[in-house]
């Protein structure tokens, strides 16, 4: 069974930085390609960043460029998400999610972490 | 980048009613790669339909998706008590993917 779990999610700063991790099982973590996905309090979906299955190729959302990294350890099965110079519109539930296949829509998510920015 | 139209806002329905949600795009979807998700509050969002109208096995069969280009259509045939939910389309064709804003289907 596959199952996506995160943590380091809480309250930061604005300016602040956060790590959150998600730890995955049941697959194979070089075969598939993962991303975070973000929902403001009361809003809709938003993509984040997503890493290849090797971890060498990563694309972000312009709202995140230069400010957040997504990285990942396949040995320890874990993604990760360094976001740097947090803002208060970073505030919100960071869901990781696995893709479906080779198709860059997630098939599986985890419960999310919260994130709050606020001073 | 492309931004997805998703209408109406929210649809009042009763158990048993047919649902039928709108996602429409600012531009043509490559490949027709689009996924609807089905969201409950408190939880993450599950994958119902993807590349448009390929349903996710062990998803019941009253759900179904069509449309292509621009306009895509999610259907509920018959409004079961856990169907009411938020909806989100997404687009995966052309990056960055984009998500519309969601419907909810709500009980009448």
């Known amino acids: 069974e596959v199952q996506l779990l995160e943590s380091g999610g809480g309250l930061a700063h604005p300016g602040g930085s956060l790590r959150l991790s998600c730890v995955t099982s049941?697959?194979?973590?070089?075969?598939?390609?993962m991303a975070w996905v973000r929902q403001a309090p009361g809003r809709g979906l938003e993509w984040v960043s997503s890493v290849g299955g090797s971890g060498s190729d990563t694309i972000y959302a312009d709202s995140v460029k230069g400010r957040f990294t997504i990285s990942r350890d396949n040995s320890q099965s874990t993604l990760y998400l360094e976001m740097n110079s947090l803002r208060g519109e970073d505030t919100a539930v960071y869901f990781c999610a696995r893709y479906y296949g080779s198709g860059r829509f997630y098939g599986y998510w985890g419960q999310g972490s919260l994130v709050i920015v606020s001073s | 980048e492309i931004v997805l139209t998703q209408s109406p806002g929210t649809l009042s329905l009763s158990p048993g009613e047919r649902a039928t949600l709108s996602c429409r795009a600012s531009q043509s979807v490559s490949s027709n790669w689009l996924a609807w998700y089905q969201q409950e509050p408190g939880q993450a969002p599950k994958l119902l339909i993807y590349d448009a109208s390929s349903r996710v096995p062990g998803i019941p069969d009253r759900f179904s998706g069509s449309g292509s280009g621009t306009d895509f259509t999610l259907t509920i045939a018959r409004l079961e008590a856990e169907d009411f939910a938020v909806y989100y389309c997404?687009?995966?064709?052309?990056?960055?993917?984009?998500f519309g804003q969601g419907t909810k289907v709500e009980i009448k």
């Open positions: 997404q687009q995966y064709g052309t990056s960055p993917q984009t």
């Open positions: 049941g697959f194979i973590p070089r075969s598939y390609a």
